[in-house]
């Protein structure tokens, strides 16, 4: 089978900005009045990447282990730091900590096992390996704890009579706050199974999609997707229940009695 | 021979940054009383009542568990032998017989009970084995209530702490829910802490009374203070309500 590399140039990229152009037409036509900030994104999209394409080539020329680890770990924090963002309005204590600690673990264990045992890259820090994998697991991280906390001070604040009845009846805290803990779970967790049920039906990933048209034989295009599937569910099955085990706790006192004062504020 | 006292509170303050909840609240609570809190909205019964089960902690002052501090006692323990029935009763999905064992869930050892045990415990409360497969959140909120007295029944609690268990229930429902708490006081023996606005009602069940009035005792006394308050303010408090 012959293996075709469409290279995309800097040419080919200005044109595509006719999809662009198709945009803005049909937004003035319908007088939706989008033109500007769609302009705004469209320039920022073009900076942003093409800065990240200059970063990832220098990244990616590196060939020190302590680089590496350096640059994962400043990954981590940026993304914990954007998940406190998101999350500061519930002024749970320590969340940055909690998130932090999540995500340092998640990526040690996930990138561990592909680094390892799936793809046994060597050395173990290849750029190549190490920095899309790591991308991609702390931004499913990231966009799972975001949606399980979320969901979790919704359903604490939901079922506030349910949690003080459990306690009242003598219960730990774990048992009182048991179906807020599976609902904010389930939720997070079920639109990553529904990818897994509809992959390859409805539409093909992008990350596949980008790899067939840079030249990647189809079958192994699609052996990564599937290791990439299971690291998704894994990553946020992880993160969400270590995150979650770490927040109910920020929301009693040492006296097992819930914060409700916390609950309000939040 | 006295009674044993089972709660002592000496000078409790609950403040929420700077609203006063309760103030320099200190009184005794003996085995076997059935001691009654009345008292306007907001003045502070309901958090009183919490504060024995231990859902808050006072802010300042002391609570004595038989004559030890509640803090020395195992919290999930204390809460065992101190049930609390809520204003409104929470029913979690499922079946009546899944509520009524709810304590399986983190206890199995202490907490198996037949089906012959939960059926004995439903017509205690004034239902019948019927009940058992029913589906609990489709019952009206007289049967949530007494399935919520049920459940806490179950463990078996030496005091059963009661905050306004007929607040949403109609005059004839709530005379049949106070005359059964009464009858579950004499039958198991209990020591009840009962929230209540229903004057004239449960002036036939009680033994002592004490009026919260802004967060401070008012008055306290036997059943008798109700129709004869000596303070200014029960007395202003009693003839609003009774308009």
């Known amino acids: 089978m012959t293996q075709t590399f469409y290279a995309i140039t800097w040419t080919d990229v200005f044109v595509s900005l006719i999809f662009v152009a198709i945009s803005i037409g049909l937004i003035r036509w319908w007088r939706i009045g989008l033109e500007k900030t769609l302009l705004v994104g469209t320039f920022r999209t073009f900076i942003q990447l093409t800065a990240m394409g200059y970063i990832l080539t220098y990244f990616f020329q590196q060939r020190h282990w302590t680089f590496m680890v350096g640059l994962i770990s400043l990954m981590i924090i940026i993304a914990s730091y954007e998940g406190y963002r998101r999350l500061k309005i519930y002024h749970i204590p320590n969340i940055f900590w909690i998130i932090l600690g999540s995500f340092f673990f998640t990526v040690f264990i996930v990138l561990g096992i592909i680094l390892k045992f799936i793809l046994s890259v060597e050395p173990w820090y290849y750029p190549y390996a190490m920095i899309p994998i790591s991308g991609m697991i702390i931004g499913n991280a990231l966009t799972s704890t975001t949606l399980t906390v979320n969901r979790f001070v919704s359903e604490i604040n939901h079922r506030e009579n349910e949690i003080e009845m459990y306690l009242s009846l003598g219960a730990p805290i774990k048992a009182a706050v048991h179906n807020s803990f599976m609902e904010s779970v389930r939720a997070a967790l079920l639109p990553n199974i529904n990818s897994l049920m509809m992959v390859g039906l409805v539409q093909l990933p992008g990350i596949m999609t980008g790899q067939i048209l840079s030249g990647i034989d189809p079958l192994i295009a699609v052996r990564y997707q599937i290791m990439i599937m299971y690291m998704w569910i894994s990553t946020a099955t992880m993160v969400d229940i270590l995150v979650l085990n770490l927040v109910y706790r920020q929301f009693f006192t040492s006296q097992m009695q819930l914060k409700r004062e916390l609950l309000r504020r939040s | ?243």
């Open chain 2, 1 to 243: 021979m006295p009674n044993s006292t089972v709660f002592k509170l000496t000078d409790v303050n609950y403040f929420v940054e700077d609203l006063k909840i309760l103030q320099n609240i200190s009184l005794n609570i003996n085995s076997n009383d059935f001691f009654v809190l009345l008292g306007p909205s907001g003045s502070g019964k309901s958090t009183l009542l919490r504060m024995l089960n231990c859902l808050n902690s006072p802010t300042s002052g002391e609570i004595f568990f038989h004559n030890k501090h509640i803090k020395e006692f195992d919290i999930i323990q204390l809460r065992k032998r101190v049930g609390f029935v809520f204003q409104s009763p929470t029913m979690v999905k499922g079946t009546v017989k899944e509520n009524l064992t709810l304590t399986q869930n983190w206890s199995k050892e202490d907490n198996v009970f037949s089906d012959s045990e939960l059926i004995e415990m439903l017509e205690q409360v004034g239902l019948n084995s019927k009940f058992l497969a029913k589906d609990a959140k489709s019952l009206s909120g007289g049967e949530q209530q007494r399935i919520a007295l049920a459940r806490v029944l179950l463990n078996k609690p030496e005091v059963l702490l009661l905050d306004e268990p007929t607040a949403n229930l109609d005059p004839q429902l709530a005379q049949k829910i106070l005359e059964l708490v009464f009858n579950l006081y004499k039958e198991f023996n209990l020591t009840v802490v009962l929230v209540s606005h229903h004057h004239q009602i449960i002036k036939q069940f009680s033994k002592k009374v004490m009026y919260l009035i802004d967060g401070k005792i008012a008055e306290t006394g036997n059943a008798a203070i109700i129709d004869a308050p000596r303070n200014v303010a029960t007395k202003a408090f009693i003839d609003k309500e009774s308009k």
